[in-house]
């Protein structure tokens, strides 16, 4: 991939064909990110407990089961000692990677206001002069965004297969429903999505605070079985187990990161909730429980070693698993929500970003813009993750295809915040070094680790990221030859106006909005409209909209206007790549003019690619890209424009 294909988030002009800006409605003003006001105080912390930690939340169901497998079973008991050193790994990764790595240092990296991968990747390609790192890092960026898209995958499958599998301690004949069972549940929560998360959010605050609360009681009741198990408050006890099991404390490392999975989430959701409750949450509240909880399960399997069938239901007492069984399936629902609305919020960032073709993006909520829903993704999700659990048939299976997809976004996220940290904040040379430089390390021997279950399942989320990643790249590399084909023949706007003014071209009463990527350069919509009904409209808007590398667009900076003849004027919108469309509604609040959305006519082109004497793409890449552009959502409907008050011309471009 050449620099033109550059992933930047650049200011730079989107064309109406694949646009990638997304607009605010501006009649409406801006309470806070994304266009609504966020809670505060304790509703905060309830609603963050809710949406962000329900991945991680759900973590103690398969974790710790997970890492113990690796050195023993029911039938072969692991030595106390192995279950204290194991347990002592997963405490240390929460402390390191989570509260240090994540809630003090990464949190840290706002880009107004805003987190997840895209905003730090906007945060380190604005402050790098070079373009070809600004390629690297958005490459960089791009690959962990591909990541979060396997991982979004996975959650669901695994959180709810592990939540059903409780029922086997209580009814164990009822072992044969279980696959169906969870594919029931997953396909009547992917249906869900297209009611909206609205009514049922305000639960979700609720539920995961009796969720944390329960498995901490749950979790101090276990540790009472062998208060021992505290050594595992001590650092030693994780070296201890790596130093004396050498090559299967690196294998265990692989099941000891699922422990942390949901990481990523603390940082992506910042702009919803704002960095103190997600902070607060976690240090007060989910990671005592959490701690507890591991703790818990740990003496557990050590007082009795058959407990790690299934060492969480096991902390509960018999007449509690059924009620334990429900509050977790509701636990793990929540769980696989937010990684389904983490990945439709991502999608649209990439689409606007020019990353991914435009596709049908819903709103479920009017009041709340960050609130929607993408048919084509969510049924794409429910597929996988179907597939996954008919596939793997347990989670201690499907585990092995979850830690490469973790821990590949925390490499991704770690060399990014090197440069945000170095370039932004200042930092010292040698401190980037020693801090991140650790980071990058423990990262790396997590990645590897689950490398090494490639062949098991791990190579799952590799495939998505990697099939994902070049969709992308070949949808930018075919926009971006299709933007050079356009330039070559290109009008200049300059040379235009000057022989209009001096032309006998008919004005006709209206408005006519034409839409083009190059405020430089003459629409092809305009030339084609000129050469077959020779006329002219009365009022003409050149309009070209912006993609700014910050996540909402200043209110004042929101649109340019300068007169170019009379009755012609050009209009250039800018919005951030957390932003949605809504070009009408934008275009009334024009202060210069009367603008009738209804009234007005909106021209664009539509490109009929076909492949060059002398292709600049290869075969399949043209495959792909031609597939992507025929199945792209119409213009009318992504910037939302009353469909009838469009009209397309078709231009042939050959690449």
Same mark, same amino acid.
């Given at each position: =991939?050449?620099?033109?294909?550059?992933?930047?988030?650049k200011e730079?002009?989107?064309?109406?064909?694949?646009?990638?800006?997304?607009?605010?409605?501006?009649?409406?003003?801006?309470q806070?990110?994304n266009?609504?006001?966020?809670?505060?105080?304790?509703?905060?912390?309830?609603?963050?407990?809710?949406?962000?930690?329900?991945?991680?939340?759900?973590?103690?169901?398969?974790?710790?089961?997970?890492?113990?497998?690796?050195?023993?079973?029911?039938?072969?008991? $692991?030595?106390?000692?192995?279950?204290i050193g194991?347990?002592?790994?997963?405490?240390?990764?929460?402390?390191?990677?989570?509260?240090?790595?994540y809630?003090?240092?990464?949190?840290?990296?706002?880009?107004?206001?805003?987190?997840?991968?895209?905003?730090?990747?906007?945060?380190?390609?604005?402050?790098?002069?070079?373009?070809?790192?600004?390629w690297?890092?958005?490459?960089?960026?791009?690959?962990?965004?591909?990541?979060f898209?396997?991982?979004?995958?996975?959650?669901?499958?695994?959180?709810?297969?592990?939540?059903?599998?409780?029922?086997?301690i209580?009814?164990?004949?009822?072992?044969?429903?279980?696959?169906?069972a969870?594919?029931i549940?997953?396909l009547?929560?992917?249906?869900?999505?297209?009611?909206?998360?609205?009514?049922?959010?305000?639960?979700?605050?609720?539920?995961?605070?009796?969720? @944390?609360?329960?498995?901490?009681?749950?979790?101090?009741?276990?540790?009472?079985?062998?208060p021992?198990?505290? &050594?595992?408050?001590?650092?030693?006890?994780?070296?201890?187990?790596?130093?004396?099991?050498?090559?299967?404390?690196?294998?265990?490392?692989?099941?000891?990161?699922?422990?942390?999975?949901?990481?990523?989430?603390?940082?992506?959701?910042?702009g919803? @909730?704002?960095?103190s409750?997600?902070?607060?949450?976690?240090?007060?509240?989910?990671?005592p429980?959490?701690?507890?909880?591991?703790?818990?399960? $740990?003496?557990?399997?050590?007082?009795?070693?058959?407990?790690?069938?299934?060492?969480?239901y096991?902390?509960?007492?018999h007449?509690?698993?059924?009620? =334990?069984?429900?509050?977790?399936?509701?636990?793990?629902?929540?769980?696989?929500?937010?990684?389904?609305?983490?990945?439709?919020?991502?999608?649209?960032?990439?689409?606007?970003?020019?990353?991914?073709?435009?596709?049908?993006?819903?709103?479920?909520?009017?009041?709340?813009e960050?609130?929607?829903?993408?048919p084509?993704?969510?049924?794409?999700? $429910?597929?996988?993750?179907?597939?996954?659990?008919?596939?793997?048939?347990?989670?201690?299976?499907?585990?092995?295809?979850y830690?490469?997809?973790?821990?590949?976004?925390?490499?991704?996220?770690?060399?990014?915040?090197?440069?945000?940290?170095?370039?932004?904040?200042?930092?010292?040379?040698?401190?980037?070094?020693?801090?991140f430089?650790?980071?990058?390390?423990?990262?790396?021997?997590? @990645?590897?680790?689950?490398v090494?279950?490639?062949?098991?399942?791990?190579?799952?989320?590799?495939?998505?990221?990697?099939?994902?990643?070049?969709?992308?790249?070949?949808?930018?590399?075919?926009?971006?030859?299709?933007?050079?084909?356009?330039?070559?023949?290109?009008?200049?706007?300059?040379?235009?106006?000057?022989?209009?003014?001096?032309?006998?071209?008919?004005?006709?009463?209206? &408005? $006519?909005?034409?839409?083009?990527?190059?405020?430089?350069?003459v629409?092809?919509?305009?030339?084609?409209?000129?050469?077959?009904?020779?006329?002219?409209?009365?009022?003409v808007?050149?309009?070209?909209?912006?993609?700014?590398?910050?996540?909402?667009?200043?209110?004042a900076?929101?649109?340019?206007?300068?007169?170019?003849?009379?009755?012609i004027?050009?209009v250039?919108?800018?919005?951030?790549?957390?932003?949605?469309?809504?070009?009408?509604?934008?275009?009334?609040?024009?202060?210069?003019?009367?603008f009738?959305?209804?009234?007005?006519?909106?021209?664009?082109?539509?490109?009929?690619?076909?492949?060059?004497?002398?292709?600049?793409?290869?075969?399949?890449?043209?495959?792909?890209?031609?597939?992507?552009?025929n199945?792209?959502?119409?213009?009318?409907?992504?910037?939302?424009?009353?469909?009838?008050?469009?009209?397309?011309?078709?231009?042939?471009?050959?690449?």
């Amino acid at each position: =991939m050449s620099e033109q294909d550059s992933m930047s988030l650049k200011e730079s002009s989107s064309d109406p064909r694949y646009p990638n800006s997304i607009g605010t409605p501006t009649s409406t003003p801006p309470q806070g990110q994304n266009g609504h006001s966020r809670p505060k105080g304790m509703g905060a912390m309830l609603a963050a407990l809710g949406v962000v930690y329900g991945d991680i939340g759900t973590s103690p169901l398969y974790a710790l089961q997970s890492s113990i497998r690796n050195v023993g079973s029911e039938t072969h008991p $692991a030595h106390a000692w192995e279950v204290i050193g194991l347990t002592s790994l997963t405490f240390w990764a929460l402390m390191l990677v989570v509260t240090i790595k994540y809630v003090i240092l990464i949190m840290r990296a706002d880009h107004n206001k805003e987190g997840g991968i895209i905003a730090l990747m906007a945060l380190a390609q604005r402050v790098c002069k070079s373009n070809y790192f600004r390629w690297v890092f958005g490459l960089i960026g791009i690959a962990g965004a591909c990541l979060f898209f396997g991982d979004g995958i996975i959650t669901p499958a695994i959180s709810v297969l592990s939540a059903v599998e409780g029922v086997e301690i209580s009814v164990p004949d009822a072992s044969p429903f279980i696959i169906p069972a969870a594919i029931i549940i997953l396909l009547g929560l992917f249906a869900a999505q297209a009611l909206g998360t609205g009514k049922i959010g305000r639960a979700f605050g609720p539920i995961m605070l009796v969720w @944390f609360i329960t498995i901490a009681v749950l979790g101090a009741r276990g540790i009472m079985l062998h208060p021992g198990v505290l &050594l595992a408050l001590s650092p030693l006890e994780a070296i201890r187990f790596i130093v004396t099991h050498g090559k299967l404390s690196f294998i265990a490392l692989g099941s000891v990161v699922l422990s942390v999975t949901g990481a990523e989430a603390l940082y992506a959701d910042m702009g919803h @909730f704002g960095r103190s409750p997600i902070r607060f949450a976690w240090l007060f509240l989910v990671l005592p429980a959490l701690s507890l909880n591991y703790f818990g399960q $740990a003496a557990s399997i050590i007082h009795d070693p058959t407990t790690l069938a299934n060492p969480f239901y096991y902390l509960a007492p018999h007449w509690l698993q059924i009620p =334990m069984l429900l509050l977790a399936t509701m636990a793990t629902i929540i769980a696989s929500q937010a990684g389904i609305s983490g990945s439709f919020s991502l999608c649209r960032q990439l689409i606007q970003l020019g990353y991914l073709p435009r596709t049908r993006i819903i709103h479920t909520n009017p009041h709340e813009e960050a609130q929607i829903y993408l048919p084509s993704l969510n049924w794409m999700f $429910a597929f996988g993750s179907v597939v996954l659990v008919i596939a793997f048939r347990s989670s201690a299976a499907l585990a092995s295809a979850y830690g490469i997809a973790v821990t590949g976004t925390f490499l991704c996220t770690c060399v990014l915040a090197m440069v945000v940290f170095r370039r932004v904040f200042q930092w010292k040379s040698y401190a980037v070094g020693l801090v991140f430089g650790f980071f990058f390390i423990m990262d790396g021997v997590f @990645f590897s680790s689950n490398v090494m279950k490639i062949p098991d399942g791990g190579w799952v989320p590799l495939s998505i990221a990697v099939g994902s990643t070049l969709i992308m790249t070949t949808w930018q590399r075919g926009r971006q030859l299709i933007r050079n084909m356009k330039k070559r023949d290109a009008v200049p706007m300059g040379s235009f106006i000057t022989r209009l003014t001096q032309s006998r071209t008919i004005r006709v009463p209206g &408005l $006519a909005v034409f839409l083009t990527s190059d405020p430089e350069m003459v629409p092809d919509a305009l030339l084609y409209n000129l050469r077959h009904n020779k006329v002219l409209h009365q009022t003409v808007l050149f309009v070209t909209v912006q993609t700014l590398d910050q996540p909402e667009a200043d209110p004042a900076e929101r649109m340019t206007i300068k007169e170019l003849a009379p009755g012609i004027r050009r209009v250039i919108i800018r919005y951030g790549f957390m932003e949605m469309p809504n070009l009408p509604l934008t275009l009334a609040n024009m202060a210069e003019m009367d603008f009738d959305p209804i009234q007005a006519s909106y021209f664009t082109s539509h490109d009929l690619v076909f492949r060059s004497k002398v292709p600049k793409m290869s075969l399949w890449r043209m495959w792909v890209f031609l597939y992507l552009l025929n199945n792209a959502t119409s213009i009318s409907e992504f910037f939302r424009i009353p469909p009838e008050r469009v009209m397309e011309f078709g231009v042939r471009v050959a690449i």
